[in-house]
């Protein structure tokens, strides 16, 4: 009877701590996606540009380390450098993380870097773009490798049946939370006299503040992520041999490498649909920025409810059937948007309502159908290729985009070019034999999937 009544606690104790770590789990999606809301997606663009604007020479032009550059290029050329520098670190820290079983630590390191990084933007005035470049690139690559680490605890701390719920819920955390700080933001900005600021005080204080709620919040996942056990000792390669190395095992799982090539398709294809729809609003439609902002708010609204829906729909029909049905919404609404009319911002509304309604299960679904794929022990290691096809591949959606546009000289033409991501996407993704694919990386097969 004792014996039983051990074995009742121990897995009592068990399932509370797992409890316990999913909730701290939830809330670095909470600290950390105020950067991608406030800092890159509204505020710092046009800031660091006209910063750049402000040193720039007659012909418009700032020359860091001696390299002549467009004032109006420097912050894509920056997130271009962090995404290179994130690439390399990414395959180093996570081998490194599933070698030494430290990933809360480096975890935490590099948080705290891009909260710092982050905070420090309020130093970006006047002719400072340097700087500004400087932090940008630390700050987006040390998100990069945050998050890497954040999504391989994810087949660590639930259990199979339980990863489509979890994962979801960790996106509504992230999409609730840009939401509220971007809307107290936004009263800051568009108040700002009222406030005794200046507008330039008002983006620096909304900026730092992104930094400051980053750095505040990561305290809690710190304090109750649990380090595993380190697998078995292994020579470190350095730099980009340590990716190569990557690539060399995955290949000894082809099936887990074909979910990874339909996600980098279709997840491309989201990507550009969320940084070029503004350009399409404002230059095709005519739309004003107030209605951009207001659209990209409801965006985050509506991406909670999203993915708790969509999370709830994996339960009954499987994650992978979900994520299929999502991406035939993701065409019907793109195809929608080839028509709607210019100067109409309630449509553009209703645009923006159908995206967030996919966008955030879409995101969520995907890295828990992922996490089934990743051979034990090098969760890390393999959630660092994940976030690189995230990260660092995103770029063949804005070319094509670009590349339509110029030939066309049409935004519809432009918007309605990126359903082949979604179309090649699905075609991919339906041929993955899921379960199969689960078994063969080591891992227990649920019974929804």
Known sequence: MGNTETVRTGVFDEAAGLRREQRGWYFYDWACSVYSTSVLTVFL?????SVAGHAAD???YVHPLGIPVRAGSFFAYSVSLSVVLAVVLMPLVGSAADRTGRKKQLLGVAAYTGAAATTGMFFLDGDRYLLGGLLLVVANAAQSVALMLYNS?????APPEERDTISSRGWAFGYASGSLVLIVNLV???AHDSFGLSETEAVRICLAAAGLWWGTFTLIPLRRLRDRSARAAEATAPGLRQLAATARDMRRHPLTLSFLLAYLIYNDGIQTVISQASVYGSEELGLGQSTLIGAVLLVQVLAVAGALTMGRLARTYGAKRTILGSLVAWTVTLSAGYFLPAGAPVWFFVLAAAIGLVLGGSQALSRSLFSHLVPPGKEAEYFAA????DRGMSWLGPLLFGITYQLSGS???????LVVFFVIGFALLARVPVRRAIGEAGNRVPQKI
């Open 188 to 190: 800051l900005y568009s």
């Open 411 to 417: 935004y519809r033409s432009a918007i309605i070019s």
């Open 386 to 389: 994940y976030e690189m096809s």
């Open 153 to 157: 605890y994810l087949p660590q701390i």
């Open 58 to 60: 007659a012909g418009g």
């Open 45 to 49: 663009g046009p800031y660091l540009t």
